[in-house]
């Protein structure tokens, strides 16, 4: 089983619409959890870090389900910027025993049609 | 002007050669790692480093090698490129944190090597 799964999409959702995604994590010891944001050929940023009792930023919400291992984002009234590949992204953290860096989803493809 | 910088942005060269990728930051963070990222497959790490007296491979570290020679340089080295080193290459950097699964990670732009 991958560590960190996505759906890779593509999701072609209209302008305007409501588009959620999940990803699963194989590692139960994970302890961070991210959002990050890559466009075409351009490298990745962070989009939102996730919390437990999850949180939201402007049209952007990040939920965790610890018990299900999974994390999801939800973007409401989607713009045409917001097309891009979205990056699911976890990390044990040293008290979970990883110190080898994040690990990332292969990305979910978001493409907002006009 | 840019926080990590990544020299050069494309390079293409031959089987068997040596290349050095090199990375560059303003940001004063200790933290810095390098990923390739390869269709299909996301992002590697394939080593990083927390100061400049600490190296540590990641998950793909064969046939590449790294030097930190200051805070702000972090340079990954191909000492006998080969095709299937063909990729996507990021430097990033993160700031210290007491649980250090949580830092945030800034990316530098890539460097598109293609290895004939």
């Known amino acids: 089983r991958k560590e960190v799964e996505q759906d890779p999409g593509p999701f072609n959702v209209p302008e305007g619409a409501t588009v959620a995604f999940n990803c699963t994590y194989s590692?139960?010891?994970?302890?961070?959890f991210f959002w990050y944001r890559q466009d075409c050929r351009k490298e990745p940023k962070l989009l939102m870090s996730?919390?437990?009792s999850g949180n939201e930023d402007g049209r952007f919400t990040a939920q965790l389900n610890r018990a299900s291992q999974y994390i999801s984002l939800l973007i409401r009234d989607s713009k045409l910027s917001d097309s891009a590949t979205y990056l699911c992204?976890?990390?044990?953290?040293?008290?979970?025993?990883?110190?080898?860096?994040?690990?990332f989803g292969k990305g979910t493809h978001l493409i907002i049609q006009p | 002007d840019a926080d990590v910088t990544q020299t050069p942005r494309n390079r293409i060269t031959k089987t068997g050669k040596r290349i050095m990728l090199e990375c560059s930051q303003t940001?004063?963070?200790?933290?810095m790692y390098w990923y390739r990222q390869d269709p299909g497959l996301g992002l590697r790490l394939i080593y990083y480093?927390?100061?400049?007296?600490?190296?540590n491979k990641g998950e793909i570290s064969d046939g590449y090698s790294v030097s930190r020679q200051a805070q702000a340089k972090f340079s990954l080295s191909l000492e006998s490129a080969i095709p299937n080193q063909t990729a996507l290459y990021f430097c990033?950097?993160?700031?210290?944190?007491?649980?250090?699964?949580?830092?945030?990670?800034?990316f530098g732009p890539g460097t598109r090597l293609t290895v004939l």
């Open positions: 990033a950097t993160s700031d210290h944190t007491p649980d250090w699964g949580t830092d945030t990670q800034y």
């Open positions: 590692n139960s010891a994970s302890q961070s």
């Open positions: 996730v919390y437990s």
């Open positions: 992204v976890v990390n044990v953290g040293i008290s979970g025993g990883g110190a080898d860096g994040l690990t």
């Open positions: 940001k004063g963070h200790d933290r």
């Open positions: 480093s927390f100061d400049v007296k600490d190296i």
